[in-house]
């Protein structure tokens, strides 16, 4: 089993900075991919940004990308997504994912397990 847990949301305003913390601890062991995705109010959730396991790839939807940076550091098992020029729009719960194996995903249904996610509300 893998538990992840996601850190960094908050209230900010239209233009500010925040990053994302994802952490991940119990069995992960194995090479693994990882994503973000995001769900507003009403919304399905939405692929953001993932990353394959050595960190070389990535990608991003097309609403965050140059806005938007993921990375990871496998040696603290930890995956971050740095916000930049954030908009109202960007409003959301973010989730973090994990998949087992090397290849990077954007389907919310390729990935086995889920943090709880954490609030990014931005205001104009």
């Known amino acids: 089993q893998v538990q992840l847990i996601e850190s960094g949301g908050g209230s900010v305003q239209a233009g500010d900075s925040l990053r994302l913390s994802c952490t991940a601890s119990?069995?992960?062991?194995?090479?693994?991919?990882m994503g973000w995705f995001r769900q507003a109010p009403g919304q399905e959730r939405e692929f953001v940004a993932a990353?394959?396991?050595?960190?070389?790839?990535?990608y991003y939807g097309d609403s965050v990308k140059g806005r938007f940076t993921i990375a990871r550091d496998n040696g603290k098992n930890i995956m971050y997504l740095q916000m930049n020029i954030l908009k109202p729009e960007d409003t959301a719960v973010y989730y973090c994912?994990?998949?087992?194996?090397?290849?990077?995903?954007?389907?919310?249904?390729?990935?086995?397990?889920w943090g709880q996610g954490t609030r990014v509300t931005v205001s104009s």
């Open positions: 994912a994990l998949k087992w194996g090397l290849r990077v995903a954007v389907s919310t249904g390729l990935y086995g397990y």
């Open positions: 119990g069995r992960t062991d194995s090479t693994y991919s």
């Open positions: 990353i394959d396991w050595s960190g070389d790839t990535s």
